[in-house]
C-alpha cells in the first residue's frame, strides 16, 4: 500500500517532532501545532494506518508514536526539507577550508571538530591508506622559506606538504627540483625508491644536494605516512547528553566501532562517489551501525575514487537534515581544494558531483537537488 499524500506529511510532521524533542508524538500535539486542517480524531486514524504499515510504533500503551527504521528510511529517502546552513555555521566550515596549505588529513580532522560542534554528535574523518605509486610531483612556491611539495598519486589520491626551511630557496631552484623528482622518482612506489634511485635523483639536483636531502627525507615521510587506515574520532562524549546512550552497552557499543579501522575501510568500498549516504541500526543486516543509533557518511572523492570520508554518528533520531547539509557543503568544499585540475597552478581543484542521500535501498533525497 502506498503512503498517501496525508500519510506522508503526517509521517513527516511526528519525525520531526520527535527529533526535537525525543517523546513520543500523539494525535493531540500535532492537532494543537496547527499544520493539519484536521481532527484530533482523523490524524489519529491515520497515525494508526501507519503503524500498521511499519512507519510508526508505540512504545507502549497510551503513548504516542515514534518512528521505526523504515519511518526513518522513507523520511531520509523521500520527505525531509533542505536544511540551510546559517551565516555562523557557513563561516565555522568556511574557516577549516580557508587554509589551502594544509593536508588534506589535517583539513578533514579540523573539519570533523567543527561539523561535531555544529551538529552537537560524534564526528569523524576517515582516511584510507595504500602505498599508490606516484604519477607525478608538482611543488608550488610560497616564498623564500617555504614551498608546497605535492604527490599525484596513481591511485587518484592527492598528498601535500606545506615545507619550511631554514635557508632561503628560489622559484627556479624549486621548479628544477621538480624536473629532477619527476625524472627520477615518478612512477615508483615507497618501496621502490632504493639507493640507486636516490643516487640518480641528487646527480641530477647537481649543486643544490644539500636541499636535495631535505626534499627526500620530506618525500620519505610523505610516503610513509599514507600506508594504513587513518580514522579521527571527535566528540563522543556528545552522545552521553541523548538518553539513547545513557546504557552503558550502547555507549560501548559505539567506542567498539570506532576502534575498528577495518570496518572504515569496508564501508568505503560502498561508498558512491558525490552522495551522501545514511545508515540506520536497526535496519542495516551487517550491524555495522549499533541499534538505535544513524550513521550519516559523505565520501571524499578523487579523479571519481573514493579515498576517504566524513561522517556523523549519533541516536537514530538525529537531525538528518543540519547533518546532511553540513557534510555535503564540506565535502563539495574540500573536493575544490584537492582535485588535481589546477594542482600545477595551486593546489585546488574541480568539486565533485551534485550529492544526494542514497541507501541500497536506492531513493533520492529531493531536498539535496533543489528543495526547501
Known amino acids: 500500500m502506498e503512503l498517501s499524500e496525508r500519510k506522508k506529511a503526517i509521517l513527516k510532521s511526528v519525525i520531526d517532532a520527535y527529533i526535537r524533542t525525543g517523546d513520543p508524538v500523539g494525535s493531540k500535539s500535532l492537532t494543537e501545532s496547527r499544520q493539519f486542517n484536521l481532527s484530533s480524531a482523523t490524524i489519529r486514524s491515520e497515525m494508526n494506518d ?4 511499519g512507519y510508526l510504533e508505540q512504545p507502549h500503551t497510551s503513548a504516542g508514536r515514534v518512528p521505526t527504521p523504515q519511518g526513518y528510511r522513507t523520511y531520509v529517502d523521500s520527505l525531509m526539507e533542505r536544511y540551510f546552513l546559517g551565516m555562523e555555521e557557513l563561516e565555522v566550515l568556511d574557516e577549516v577550508m580557508s587554509n589551502k596549505l594544509v593536508e588534506v588529513g589535517r583539513m578533514m580532522d579540523e573539519a570533523a571538530r567543527a561539523i561535531g560542534s555544529i551538529t552537537n554528535y560524534a564526528t569523524f574523518a576517515f582516511l584510507g591508506g595504500g602505498n599508490s605509486a606516484v604519477d607525478r610531483y608538482e611543488t608550488v612556491y610560497v616564498d623564500e622559506t617555504s614551498f608546497l611539495l605535492i604527490m599525484i598519486c596513481k591511485d587518484g589520491t592527492i598528498r601535500n606538504r606545506h615545507v619550511k626551511l631554514m635557508e632561503a630557496i628560489t622559484p627556479e631552484l624549486l621548479a628544477h627540483t621538480k624536473e629532477a623528482l619527476n625524472a ?12 640507486s634511485v636516490i643516487l640518480s635523483f641528487e646527480e641530477h639536483m647537481g649543486e643544490s644536494r644539500a636541499f636535495a636531502t631535505t626534499v627526500l627525507r620530506v618525500v620519505h615521510e610523505m610516503l610513509g605516512s599514507y600506508d594504513r587506515e587513518k580514522v579521527h574520532i571527535d566528540g563522543v562524549n556528545k552522545l552521553l547528553s541523548y538518553p539513547e546512550f545513557m546504557d552503558a552497552a550502547k555507549f560501548q557499543s559505539i567506542l567498539n566501532l570506532f576502534e575498528q579501522r577495518q570496518r572504515f575501510a569496508e564501508l568505503m568500498q560502498r561508498a558512491i ?18 541499534p538505535d543509533t544513524g550513521f550519516v557518511f559523505h565520501p571524499i572523492t578523487v579523479n571519481g575514487q573514493v579515498v576517504g570520508a566524513i561522517g556523523v554518528i549519533g541516536p537514530q533520531r538525529m537531525d538528518y537534515k543540519k547533518v546532511v547539509a553540513s557534510l555535503d557543503y564540506f565535502a563539495s568544499g ?3 581544494q ?20 542514497l541507501q541500497e535501498r536506492n531513493g533520492e533525497h529531493h531536498a539535496a537537488d533543489d528543495g526547501k
Request: aromatic content about 2%.
Open 50 to 53: 501507519l503503524e500498521n504499515m
Open 184 to 195: 627520477t622518482l615518478a612512477g615508483l612506489s615507497a618501496e621502490q625508491i632504493n639507493l
Open 273 to 290: 562517489p558525490g552522495q551522501t549516504s545514511v545508515i540506520l541500526g536497526d535496519e542495516e543486516k551487517d550491524e555495522f551501525a549499533p
Open 334 to 336: 574540500l573536493s575544490e
Open 338 to 357: 584537492i582535485g588535481p585540475s589546477e594542482l600545477p597552478a595551486a593546489s585546488e581543484s574541480p568539486g565533485t558531483a551534485k550529492p544526494r542521500v
